[in-house]
């Protein structure tokens, strides 16, 4: 019943522009970004908090469906937004945001977009960061965001920037895709191809912590496929694979060829770019 | 019965050198470095760990006894050792401490001394760093070693740093020491005097953040000192208080005078200098 009435009243509205929320979230206690049923996930505290603010029922894209654990600093959330919405004071939205999300979500920023925007279809590359501890010390600040290899003294960059290099452009990711969804996606006839602009590894000290990170962007991932790209990529680190191996991995268009998946909670969402332009600051 | 017979193993022993373990902490969970009856703390644990894998009680000095929430990259723990203990490989000893001690405690590394060395005492400096995130946007990564100002979108640093420059060079601190600590000193006839070299205030990006930082070093710190100064030094930040007032409140001598006392999950003892040559890098 509370369907239907809620049903009605959205078919009534019309939707002038669109609202682009950019929301930072610590993954630890979620069961991922996507809603399931009976479980803590990102768009639901974020749709419940949505509801609760505009009244009404929201259908909500997002930039990247990232897994439990995953954390985001810049995820994007859309939905279409009524003119009445829209000339409510932006910095009303933002504090009852604040206010009715959990404290390990955090409300970056606000933005308008045209009508029809989608934080999903519309984003041109997605950022991704991987931190990695090497070594017998235990990371102290960092400890929730960092994949501690405390049995790996060292990981050698250049050689996995080397491996790394065939990564670059329009590939059959399939090798780093979570076997379970390949198979889905090509059941359904659809591509395991992504293009990704960069895989690099760099060694940065943040916090007072020595790290070695992994930047990936690309158009777009397939599930699990930064985890996939970066566990293969350590395996060359540490020397248990060549340099030349990940090219060899890439070929075989089979998740078994590739290394392990590194933990989700090494994972960040740091950015999303969408066409200049789109995106209108709000607040 | 249990303590005289270690007491008179302890006599027994010849100490031919002293051993430094440097270790970082997350103080969250800790009701701070000192061992306190009944409750977690670092020193405790630290001793726990330490009389484990030597068998015998130890006496520990250390650089800094944070407070409850403190957090520590560096801190320095030491005791005196036997030359049987200083022939057992440096990294048994750094495993073993490394699987006795919590999650939230990281063995960094460990050093000899000459005999008589005392991590507290040879101390020629102290270092900490202060975090601070304001604006409306909760921090994400850096959540549980930052003081969050919700309601203050921005903090004047050229201000914080005209109005730090007095408290440089050796002065009375007694008005940035917590009033009762303060009583207890002078009781005794101890000093209230401490010599900074360092309170600088900047702005940094950690982990995709925008932090403001308080830098304090000194060769010794009162209790709540740097906690204080952080309080005080962020009045004259929001604007609530003219640049002048930190010299007035250093001359009043006097803890009602400063500013609040800054929460301590901000906080964390980043590093610690000794004479040039006394540690020697063990591992």
């Known amino acids: 019943m509370a369907e239907e009435t809620a049903g009605a009243l959205t078919e009534e509205l019309t939707f002038t522009e669109a609202i682009a929320v950019e929301l930072g979230y610590r993954g630890a206690h979620f069961a991922g970004y996507a809603e399931q049923p009976g479980q803590r996930t990102v768009a639901g505290e974020m749709r419940r908090a949505l509801e609760t603010v505009l009244r009404r029922p929201i259908e909500m894209d997002c930039a990247g469906r990232t897994d439990a654990g995953v954390h985001a600093l810049a995820q994007y959330v859309s939905f279409p937004a009524t003119a009445a919405e829209l000339s409510m004071p ?29 934080a999903r279809f519309d984003a041109e590359a997605r950022h991704y ?61 659809r591509s ?42 350590v395996e060359v680190g540490r020397g248990h694979r060549p340099v030349g191996w990940v090219a060899d991995v890439l070929a075989a268009r089979d998740r078994c060829a590739a290394g392990p998946t590194a933990p989700a909670q090494g994972l960040v969402l740091e950015c999303v770019d969408y066409p200049s332009g789109v995106l209108t600051p709000w607040l």
Chains 1, 2 share one sequence.
């Not at 060694?203 to 566990?231: K, P, Q, S, Y």
């Open 192 to 233: 395991t191809s992504r293009n990704l602009s960069d895989v690099s590894v760099d060694v940065t000290v943040e916090a007072g912590e020595r790290l070695i990170v992994f930047d990936v962007a690309g158009n777009a991932f397939l599930h699990n496929m930064v985890r996939a790209i970066v566990g293969t990529l």
């Open 90 to 118: 932006a910095r009303r939205l933002m504090s009852s945001l604040v206010a009715l999300t959990p404290d390990d979500i955090s409300i970056r920023a606000l933005h308008r977009a045209p009508a029809g925007f989608s």
């Open 129 to 189: 960061r991987y931190r990695v501890a090497c070594g017998p010390t235990r990371p102290v600040m960092g400890w929730d965001h960092t994949w501690w290899l405390r049995t790996v003294p060292e990981l050698d960059v250049d050689a996995m920037n080397a491996a790394a290099r065939p990564l670059v452009g329009e590939h059959d990711f399939r090798s780093f895709c979570k076997a379970s969804s390949a198979e889905l996606l090509i059941a359904d006839g």
